[in-house]
């Protein structure tokens, strides 16, 4: 079936540096990708829509320059998060459906990727 | 607007035990209901949807019916195992849209 991998799963950094996320789908093409943001003890919030070759999408409140979306290929989103500060510390997670595919039913999701920013 | 409003866990079972969590949702026009489930060290895995009113969703032993009048998705099991222990989403998307709104999550342990 459809797999899609993050990288890191966890990563810590200093404030004011920047962390790269990447997600892949590993056997499918996903011309489409989301990125969530999960807070402790809340939902998933759909942060932005990540399409290949074009700028992505973002969410109503979401800074796009301090969430820099990359969608270079089919099978390659990277999420990252700019001069980092504590409160971006969070759970990122990411999903994409094949290509040929549409509808929230078919999406794959990722493991995830704790961010803690010390 | 949309959103999904969750049981609030966490729930500890026995094994058996029979389960319930609770799900209701805010929409505007007819969304699709989903629940996600989600294991240790795992990404979100479809366990179960349910796409109009009075459809029935099952999967694994777990079922969720969509009741448009309680605007509810109320997940259940008969008997739960311990390799369901999990973190359990309900959400929902728009009529022919990819992005999904969540409910917060209730984590599930069930023991032996």
């Known amino acids: 079936g459809a797999v899609v991998s993050q990288h890191p799963s966890w990563v810590i950094c200093k404030s004011g540096t920047s962390v790269k996320i990447e997600c892949r789908s590993l056997d499918f093409q996903a011309t489409t990708m989301f990125w969530y943001r999960q807070f402790p003890k809340q939902s998933l919030m759909l942060m932005a829509t990540?399409?290949?070759?074009?700028?992505?999408?973002?969410e109503q409140g979401v800074e796009k320059d301090k969430f820099l979306i990359n969608h270079a290929s089919l099978t390659l989103s990277t999420l990252t998060v700019t001069s980092a500060h504590p409160e971006d510390s969070s759970f990122y997670i990411c999903s994409a459906s094949p290509s040929s595919l549409w509808g929230a039913n078919v999406l794959t999701f990722g493991a995830g990727s704790r961010l803690t920013v010390l | 607007g949309n959103s999904v409003t969750q049981m609030e866990g966490p729930v500890t079972l026995s094994e058996e035990a029979f389960l319930t969590i609770n799900c209701t949702y805010t929409?505007?026009?007819?969304?699709?209901l989903f629940w996600y489930v989600q294991y240790p060290g795992e990404g979100l895995q479809l366990l179960l949807k349910a796409t109009k009113a009075d459809d029935k969703g099952s999967n694994k032993g777990f079922e969720a019916t969509y009741r448009k009048e309680t605007t509810s998705f109320h997940l259940e099991k008969g008997s739960v195992q311990v390799s369901d222990s999990a973190v359990y989403f309900c959400?929902?998307?728009?009529?022919?849209?990819?992005?999904?709104?969540f409910g917060t999550g209730t984590r599930l342990t069930v023991i032996p």
């Open positions: 959400a929902l998307s728009r009529t022919g849209a990819n992005n999904l709104f």
């Open positions: 990540s399409n290949e070759g074009s700028k992505a999408t973002y």
């Open positions: 929409a505007t026009g007819y969304p699709s």
